[in-house]
C-alpha cells in the first residue's frame, strides 16, 4: 500500500504567548507526509517549492520513506511563506 499526498511544502513563521518561531519548515503536504510515513511506505509527495526550499529537507522525507521525484522546484521562485499569530485570554 502507498499514499499520495499533495499539498503545500512551505515556510511558516509562528506567535504565540509563549514565543516566535521564524521561517520554519511548515505546510500540510510537508507534516502529512512525514505523519504517514510513520504507518504506511511509501509515500508519494507531490508539491511545488521554490529554490530556497532546503535539499536537507527533501533529504530527511527521503530517508523516512518519502519519495520526491514529484516535488518541483522552481528555480526563479521562493517557496510559499506563511505567518500565523496565536493569542487567547
Given at each position: 500500500?502507498?499514499?499520495?499526498?499533495?499539498?503545500?511544502?512551505?515556510?511558516?513563521?509562528?506567535?504565540?504567548p509563549?514565543?516566535?518561531?521564524?521561517?520554519?519548515?511548515?505546510?500540510?503536504?510537508?507534516?502529512?507526509?512525514?505523519?504517514?510515513?510513520?504507518?504506511?511506505?511509501?509515500?508519494?509527495?507531490?508539491?511545488?517549492?521554490?529554490?530556497?526550499?532546503?535539499?536537507?529537507?527533501?533529504?530527511?522525507?527521503?530517508?523516512?520513506?518519502?519519495?520526491?521525484?514529484?516535488?518541483?522546484?522552481v528555480?526563479?521562485?521562493?517557496?510559499?511563506?506563511?505567518?500565523?499569530?496565536?493569542?487567547?485570554?
Amino acid at each position: 500500500m502507498s499514499v499520495i499526498v499533495v499539498g503545500s511544502m512551505a515556510f511558516d513563521d509562528i506567535e504565540t504567548p509563549f514565543g516566535k518561531s521564524n521561517k520554519i519548515i511548515g505546510g500540510a503536504g510537508t507534516y502529512i507526509a512525514y505523519a504517514a510515513a510513520n504507518f504506511v511506505q511509501p509515500i508519494q509527495q507531490v508539491s511545488v517549492v521554490g529554490y530556497d526550499f532546503p535539499e536537507e529537507e527533501l533529504e530527511d522525507l527521503r530517508r523516512r520513506g518519502v519519495e520526491t521525484e514529484a516535488v518541483e522546484i522552481v528555480p526563479d521562485r521562493k517557496s510559499f511563506f506563511g505567518q500565523v499569530s496565536i493569542t487567547w485570554t
